[in-house]
């Protein structure tokens, strides 16, 4: 069973960055063979994708955070990360890692992030 955990959440002030990494375990696949994706979940608001990476290796951005997030990965590990500079309040959610392999979407539980002055 695939397991992804998130961690680095916490709570920033507003210009601050942050970087989140998502852990796989209990991996069939290899990582550079799945497609790999953040997403958050703010309170009140859609679950929106934030950035992604295809089985091609290729980077997808929301618009809202182009410029200030970027997705990489270290197959060695099973390790996605999320680098977050010049956050902003509006950046305020859960954010979830999503490993996809065959058609098969695998989920973590989640990291808080708080952007607050």
């Known amino acids: 069973q695939v397991q992804l955990v998130e961690s680095g959440g916490g709570l920033v002030q507003p210009g601050g960055s942050l970087r989140l990494s998502c852990v796989a375990s209990?991996?069939?696949?290899?990582?550079?063979?799945m497609g790999w994706g953040w997403h958050r979940q703010a309170p009140g608001k859609e679950h929106e994708l934030v950035a992604a990476f295809t089985r091609l290796g290729t980077t997808n951005y929301a618009d809202s955070v182009k410029g200030r997030f970027t997705i990489s990965r270290d197959n060695a590990k099973n390790t996605v990360f999320l680098q977050m500079n010049s956050l902003k309040p509006e950046d305020t959610a859960v954010y979830y890692c999503r490993g996809t392999a065959y058609g098969v979407d695998y989920w973590g539980k989640g990291t808080l992030v708080t952007v607050s002055s």
């Open positions: 209990g991996m069939i696949f290899s990582p550079k063979d």
